[in-house]
């Protein structure tokens, strides 16, 4: 039984960000509107790839990249630019301001703790109007590691300036609740996105269907 | 310009393993065929960040739970068991043959170096009447660690008892020539499945649009 943790750090693309208006854009570019869940995965693969080999690239980078191989190479610049320009417009899960009022009402505080950059998740929060629930934007960009290596936890604690034990990792993919885990944090999944929990990662401590459940579950949970 | 191999290590899944035949087998499941390709992304990713995390799960384990998270859980284990027992039958592409007999005449010998097990490599060559041409099935399995970090590439190498300036790894996977290359091999890409080398990657030294376009140029590299 976990205890009530102090702070809350949040996945944010797919977690608090929704994609789904990049997929219109996907059409737009003469994509299938179908590849947007594909790309994702892709890009992810890709950063994971690109950390294992010791190296690192940033998520706009890794995107774009990503984004020109599923087309085989048969999109121009503009097209991947209209694509990714979507990312400055997209909106927030309609789970996440209500989770995030559960979460403060009861002193938990908040930070986000992404593969992307600060400033696409600042300007996510801002343009959603969530800046306020949030102390700090953390991107694994300043460890040049993607996802879930134990030293992106550690680093976004160390910057929390909290031991592990005072922290939960909450996140739609059971990856990082994974890694998270093996760090020492608290863990909170919500089956959204995936439906199913990856028997290959370690349990998350709390699971709900979305945010909402999620930080209800840790908003109650004794000190 | 690189100098003729001494040895190819050759990917194989989708590589050398065509997984076309699984997909009816998604579709006999109720899984949308198009799901094929998804969940291969996904497997490779959930692979890597297992070895990002510090763990290692096998392909086989890491195949199931993946296909189960497409299904969102609404997969029964004889469904898995259907889909997964497609590979013990799964066929080469068709440049494969010819691209081995074209290395193995010009005196250029190969092994497999696969995220996959032995067993299920061993039993594909043999099924496939490829296994005249492979001097060794390497798994990552012995290094528990998935493609690209640098250690599965010098384990290889080890296994091979080459230098890596004698060993040109083979793949269709950008991600894959990407680590070998930072391990100091040589290295081949095929464009057959990906149609687009992801510029995240470090450029393979050979491209070609099958394997038998880049054996014709490995086995005419001086040497």
Same mark, same amino acid.
């Given at each position: 039984?976990?205890s %009530?943790?102090r ?11 929704s994609?789904e208006?990049?997929?219109p854009?996907?059409?737009?570019? +003469?994509?299938?509107?179908?590849l947007?869940?594909r790309? !994702?995965? %892709?890009?992810?693969?890709d ?5 294992l ?16 191989t599923?087309?085989?190479g048969?999109?121009d610049?503009?097209?991947?630019a209209?694509?990714l320009?979507?990312? +400055?417009?997209l909106?927030?899960?309609p789970?996440?301001e209500?989770a ?5 009402e009861a +002193?938990?505080s ?13 300007g !996510? ?7 306020s629930y949030?102390d700090?934007?953390?991107?694994v960009?300043?460890?040049r590691?993607?996802? *879930?290596?134990?030293r992106?936890?550690?680093?976004a ?13 909450v ?8 890694g998270?885990?093996?760090a020492g944090?608290t863990?909170g999944?919500?089956s959204?996105?995936?439906g199913?929990?990856?028997e ?7 699971? +709900? %269907? ?11 949970? *004794?000190?």
């Open positions: 039984m976990p %009530r943790p702070a809350v750090a949040f996945d944010v693309v797919e977690t608090l960000m994609l208006p990049l997929r854009r996907f059409a737009e570019v +003469g994509l299938p509107p179908s947007l869940e790309w !994702f995965d %892709r890009l992810l693969r950063g994971m790839a690109l950390t080999a010791g190296d690192y690239e940033p998520f706009p980078k890794v995107a774009a990249a990503a984004l020109r599923l087309a085989r048969e999109l610049e503009d097209a991947v209209h694509v320009a979507g990312f +400055g417009e909106p927030a899960h789970d996440v209500s995030m009022r559960t979460l403060a +002193g938990i908040m930070v986000c703790l992404s593969n992307g950059t600060v400033e696409t998740i600042a !996510f929060l801002a343009h959603n109007g969530l800046s949030v700090e934007v953390i991107s960009a300043d460890v590691s993607w996802k *879930p290596p134990r992106v936890y550690e680093y604690l160390e910057r929390m300036g909290r031991p592990a034990y005072e922290v939960c990792l996140a739609v993919h059971a990856f990082d609740c994974h998270a885990k093996r944090l863990t999944w919500a959204r996105l995936e199913h929990y990856a290959v990662f370690t349990p998350a401590d709390v699971l +709900g %269907r979305d945010l909402v459940d999620v930080a209800h579950i840790l908003a109650a949970l *004794p000190r």
